[in-house]
């Protein structure tokens, strides 16, 4: 049976896992960043998950090792400084290829959600998609042709800094304004707070100490009909909607995907989503691209990005290398 290996790097954790070809993840490991934070200490660590992991999938043929993290570059093979982990230039795809007889491949983090959904999810059969995970932040990802959509540095995709309202809320990116401040989890609490400042609603939320209003708050307040919280659904929704018509307008894709935290709120963000969506979308395109949440879990989207990175990467060295025949 074929498996591959997978590495999600994350500012607290970095998991590693063993995952079969149809998306079982067999085994994860998990080695924590803080006490790791010498990049020789993290490497050397790294490398002994992976052996012990090799050790007992003796009977499976591993066809490679995925990684995914912040600050990825590509082309070098290196993590660079990203300001949630600790290390700098950390070589690591020349230390896992020294060490492992075995293809290594290198990629944002940030791509790992669209990654998965191409590799195990509804998008297995499609070339065109975006996937947005919205979670604490806004993050993306988009297949074009049937190809990840890179750039120049492997950075695109980066949907939730695009502009929604001009020097409207600050950003952690030092901009205004930007699509994440508004569709995210920190969003929905920002936007109830405003709301309730405001006074315009009838609301539960009212009594609530200002640092006790999370976004699930807000949507378990919304699914009990709270006027306030389902108002906020409504509105980010709507926000939410009109962008993703926006993303359409460039991408021409067949559906795009959503998840991460706020995506598990359901029709109560779906809803005003997709009514939101149709309103603003060209009137150019034949069908219109349906909008769904993912079934891969959140916990292991990660894992199972960067294991299908494997999938996909030798799936084109086969291809090259029969077009070189
Ligand atoms: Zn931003």
């Not at 790097?9 to 085994?27: A, D, S």
């Not at 492992?100 to 669209?114: M, Q």
């Not at 409207?168 to 309730?196: D, F, H, M, N, W």
Request: glycine share 12%; hydrophobic share 40%; charged share 20%.
């Amino acid at each position: 049976m074929k498996a591959a290996i997978g590495i999600d790097i994350g500012g607290t954790n970095v998991r590693v896992g063993l995952v079969l070809e149809l998306g079982e993840v067999l085994h994860q490991s998990r080695i924590e960043v803080a006490t790791h934070s010498d990049g020789e200490l993290f490497l050397n660590q790294l490398v002994r998950t992976i052996h012990e992991i090799l050790a007992f999938s003796l009977d499976l043929k591993i066809l490679g090792i995925g990684i995914g993290s912040p600050g990825a570059n590509i082309e070098e093979g290196i993590i660079e400084r990203a300001s949630n982990l600790p290390w700098n230039n950390l070589p690591i795809v020349e230390r896992l290829t020294s060490h492992f007889d075995l293809p290594v491949f290198l990629t944002n983090d940030a791509n790992l959600f669209a990654i998965a959904e191409k590799g195990y999810g509804y998008a297995s059969q499609m070339t065109d998609f975006l996937a947005l995970t919205l979670g604490t932040g806004v993050g993306g990802g988009v297949y074009s042709s049937g190809q990840l959509v890179t750039g120049a540095n492997g950075l695109a995709g980066e949907v939730g800094h695009v502009i929604y309202e001009r020097n409207g809320r600050p950003c952690k990116c030092g901009r205004q304004g930007c699509l994440e401040r508004y569709v995210s989890a920190s969003g929905v609490v920002e936007t109830a707070k405003e709301y309730i400042q405001a006074k315009e609603f009838p609301s539960e939320l009212y009594g609530v100490p200002e640092h006790l209003i999370t976004a699930q708050l807000v949507a378990d307040s919304a699914k009990d009909g709270d006027v306030l919280a389902m108002k906020v659904f409504e509105e980010t929704g709507k926000i939410l909607g009109e962008a993703l018509a926006d993303f359409v307008a460039v991408l021409n894709p067949e559906a795009i995907f959503l998840s991460g935290g706020l995506s598990n709120s359901g029709d109560l963000l779906l809803k005003p989503t997709r009514a939101s969506f149709s309103n603003s979308l060209l009137s150019i395109y034949p069908n219109e691209p349906a909008i769904r949440t993912s079934a891969i879990p959140d916990n292991d989207a990660g894992v199972l990005g960067a294991s299908a990175l494997v999938w996909e990467y030798s799936k084109k060295l086969n291809e090259s290398s029969l077009t070189e025949i």
